[in-house]
């Protein structure tokens, strides 16, 4: 009975520990939901001749002409996301919510004062060798220019 009694509780503690760590206590949400993994091994597979296809978001600044790469992890958001975003914003007839959200999060992440956005594009080809992904030239495939940010203004007028 006592051995029966400890393995109960060693079964308990292991769930209550895995279920801790998938759902944590107090409300507090996660940046990545464990245990699903962006790992090669859980990605479709591709073969010789399938186009991939890359994304980037850019962001234009105001002060100057060149652009700055926004990764998802500057948006704090996972890589999922940011390629479905990515993939609405091109192809969204009417983005302006979808603009101003990634607006507000790329201002956030890189904490530069951003007048557009951009959407690049590197296309590439499966050969029987592999992907050579610095043969391809990124291409620009959208922009979107973006309001002021009042939020930002409002605050710098506070004394």
């Given at each position: 009975m006592?051995?029966?009694?400890f393995a109960?509780?060693?079964i308990?503690v292991v769930l209550g520990a895995?279920a801790?760590?998938?759902?944590?206590?107090g409300?507090?949400?996660?940046?990545?939901?464990w245990?699903?993994?962006?790992?090669?091994?859980?990605?479709?597979?591709?073969?010789?001749?399938d186009?991939?296809?890359l994304?980037e978001l850019r962001?234009?600044?105001c002060?100057?002409s060149d652009?700055?790469a926004?990764p998802?992890?500057a948006?704090?958001?996972e890589?999922?996301?940011?390629?479905k975003l990515?993939y609405?914003?091109?192809?969204?007839?009417?983005?302006?919510?979808?603009?101003?959200t990634?607006?507000?999060?790329?201002?956030a992440g890189?904490?530069?004062?951003?007048?557009?956005?951009?959407v690049?594009?590197?296309?590439?080809?499966?050969?029987p060798a592999?992907?050579r992904?610095e043969?391809?030239?990124?291409?620009e495939s959208?922009e979107?220019p973006?309001q002021p940010d009042t939020?930002?203004?409002?605050a710098?007028r506070?004394?």
């Open positions: 006592l051995r029966k009694a109960v509780s060693c308990a895995q801790w760590t998938i759902v944590p206590p409300g507090r949400q996660r940046v990545r939901h245990p699903f993994l962006d790992y090669p091994m859980y990605s479709a597979a591709h073969h010789a001749g186009s991939i296809q994304q962001a234009v600044a002060d100057r652009t700055i926004v998802a992890s948006l704090r958001i890589l999922g996301r940011y390629w990515l609405d914003l091109s192809r969204s007839a009417k983005p302006d919510a979808l603009v101003d990634l607006g507000r999060l790329t201002r890189t904490r530069a004062d951003v007048c557009a956005l951009q690049w594009r590197k296309v590439l080809r499966v050969e592999g992907v992904v043969e391809r030239p990124w291409v959208g979107w973006l939020a930002r203004r409002a710098a506070r004394p």
